[in-house]
């Protein structure tokens, strides 16, 4: 077991060797490059081969769109408390992202134009939730929600089929809950090609969003610049600070829980305040670990994806926390250094604050979108938020009294960069 200690000269490259484990395989991007290749020039027919060979599931154009029967049947097989809770839950990300709905404006520059910003909500969008053995119907709501609040006139899901080619009753309650009709049972790098390119039965989207294996994401990247991307969020990450006041147990729950999502790859991270605390989480990660049903994932990943670091003052967390950009930041530390942490921390893609705050609250049900930056992403991106869902304009109006003011500008510029027939449109409207 290596322990490594946070004021080490090495860390960094500890660090850079740990992030090291993300990379895709170099297999990967000329199978996506295949798989959108066909689907591009023979669409529904290759949609369908794709989803048979990988899902093991013969679809036909009949069955790959999900019908009004299928969302009501899946609302009616949850009990009136699932119910109750899936909407406490879509209320609680309705009112937090309302928050931060941007508003249009406008005021007179120096120069007594009028300026601004107009927002408008992105005429399509393509959202992925991942499906198949782990259905993340949490992920539904982090994303459908953000667009019915943006006002997106079309909004598509696309989500694996189980085995027998439906989906899972959870998901399809909180498709039907937040209000999501065009939902289609493809998955994978398939699926990112459908939404890119469009097919037959499926009509090409502006934007996509949403988490996915290897594969979508390579697809995305692929993809990218034809249609927008939001941040290629990947497998789960999740780093805690736990100083002398953490409860071992619970932090060894936290990063079981992180570890149990199935795909292998989930990275966690521990910043241990003394060898002691890091011997009793570890103690309590094997108590743990053989009661939980996903046990042999979370074995895969606490055996191979599991960084141990010891550290001595706040400040040593900090630099390891800023250079690792986690996805989750759990701060297991005292109340009077929870400030500090958030005023120096800047890379994290959320933080749960305190130790009443395990990641799982805004997994499910705290208010922010889990789909968060990933693979040390979160040093240059943020989580998914509304404005993702929103495109900018920036509108200029001048008129003639204005105009005069901005022209000696104008024609410095133009004279500058050799380029006088911008300067000329302006001057022109002077001369008339």
Known sequence: MSVYQADDPSILKVLADFESTMSRSSEIPERVEHILSEVRSRGDAALLEFTQRFDGVRLTLDTLRVTEAELEAGLQSL??????????????????????????????NAQGAT??????????????????????????????????????????????????????????????I?????????????????????TATIERVDKLFGPGNAYVLEAKRQVF?????????????????????????????????????GSGKERILLLSQGQALLGQIL?????????????NAIRTVVDSRFLKIIYSQPHEAVSV???????????????????????????????????????????FTAGPSHTLPTGGAGRFMSGMQLGDFLRRTSVV????????????????????EQLDAHGRSLQIRLDS
């Open 79 to 108: 009990s009136p408390e699932q119910i109750e809770h899936i909407q406490q839950a879509k209320l609680q990300i309705e009112t937090f992202h309302r928050q931060t709905l941007p508003e249009n404006w406008q005021y007179s």
């Open 115 to 176: 300026v601004g910003e107009r927002f408008y909500p992105i005429a399509s969008v393509g959202l992925y939730v991942p499906g198949g053995s782990v259905p993340l119907v949490s992920s539904v709501l982090m994303s459908a929600v953000l667009a019915k609040i943006a006002g997106n006139p079309r909004i598509v899901v696309v989500t694996p089929p189980l085995p027998d080619g439906t989906l899972a009753p959870g998901m399809l309650a909180a498709l039907k």
């Open 178 to 198: 937040c209000g999501i009709t065009e939902i289609y049972k493809v998955g994978g790098a398939q699926a990112i090609a459908a939404l890119a390119y469009g």
């Open 225 to 261: 610049g034809q249609v927008g991307v939001d941040l290629l969020p990947g497998p789960s990450e999740v780093a805690i600070v736990a100083d002398n006041t953490a409860n071992p147990a619970w932090v060894a729950a936290d990063l079981l829980a992180q570890a149990e999502h």
């Open 283 to 295: 103690a309590e990660i094997e108590r743990q670990l053989p009661g939980r049903s996903h046990a």
């Open 321 to 363: 926390l800023n250079a690792f950009a986690p996805e989750h930041l759990e701060l297991q530390v005292e109340e009077e250094s929870l400030e500090y942490f958030m005023r120096y921390v800047t890379t994290a893609g959320a933080m749960l604050l305190g130790h009443h705050t395990p990641t799982v609250l805004g997994d």
């Open 397 to 416: 109006k001048y008129g003639p009294d204005s105009l005069p003011k901005a022209q000696p500008v104008v024609a410095t510029f133009a004279e500058l």
